[in-house]
């Protein structure tokens, strides 16, 4: 039973375009995301989160947005750049405000092209 | 500040055997998780360490075993090897305080199980 689900197992955007990863969840008692990127041979670096009494958190280039009643969260990437090319994984953990037990997706390999 | 590090990166191992994989957290880290990432699929949570205790574990069988270290340093065992088991695993720290919302991962062994 996949409790953190990604649908795309890749994506290719433009360099300097929007790049939208999703992430759905079926567990409702989870109310904090985060996402991790992962380049070959590294551990899974965390990049943002987003705690259930927000819509949206951005920090740069990197917006996530949570939609509690879909039980959908987004991560936008505004402009996408070559060296955001990795694997890309959200997570949840089981208590709010952790980064510990988390249940990760599956992942999406993002590919920024020149 | 040094990262978490893990040994070996690679292994290889013979059906029915043993092997530890090693991690040590960073500094001033005192819990410690470990996670299975099979080929194309996201990290699984398999056991988290705090204060030299186990106090979480996720859906594996005993023969996943661990240690925490007075230094907060930590192995995973694992007996009768399976080919399952082959994957890349995952080793993560995080601070003192709780509720950290940071997991700090290591690059991971690779283990290929023959």
């Known amino acids: 039973d996949q409790q953190v689900k990604q649908n795309s197992p890749s994506l290719s955007v433009q360099e300097g375009r929007i790049s939208i990863l999703n992430c759905d969840y079926t567990n409702s008692m989870f109310d904090y995301f985060l996402w991790y990127k992962k380049y070959p041979a590294e551990g899974p670096t965390f990049l943002i989160s987003?705690?259930?009494?927000?819509d949206k958190n951005e920090d740069g280039r990197f917006t996530v947005f949570l939609n509690k009643s879909a039980k959908h969260l987004s991560l936008h990437i505004v402009p996408s750049q070559p060296g955001d090319s990795a694997v890309y994984f959200c997570?949840?953990?089981?208590?709010?405000?952790?980064?510990?037990?988390?249940?990760f997706g599956s992942g999406t390999q993002l590919t920024v092209l020149p | 500040e040094t990262g978490v590090t893990q040994s070996p990166t690679h292994l290889i191992k013979t059906r029915g055997q043993q092997v530890t994989l090693r991690c040590s957290s960073q500094s001033g880290h005192n819990t410690v998780s470990w996670y299975q990432q099979a080929l194309g699929q996201g990290p699984q949570f398999i056991f988290q360490y705090y204060r030299e205790e186990e106090n979480g574990r996720g859906n594996f069988p005993p023969r996943f075993s661990g240690l925490q270290f007075p230094n907060y340093s930590s192995e995973l065992n694992v007996n009768a090897l399976e080919l399952d088991d082959s994957a890349l695993y995952l080793c993560a720290s995080s601070p003192v305080t709780g509720g950290s919302t940071e997991a700090f991962f290591g690059q991971g062994t690779r283990l290929t199980v023959v």
């Open positions: 987003i705690s259930s009494i927000k």
């Open positions: 997570a949840a953990p089981p208590y709010s405000g952790s980064a510990r037990q988390l249940t």
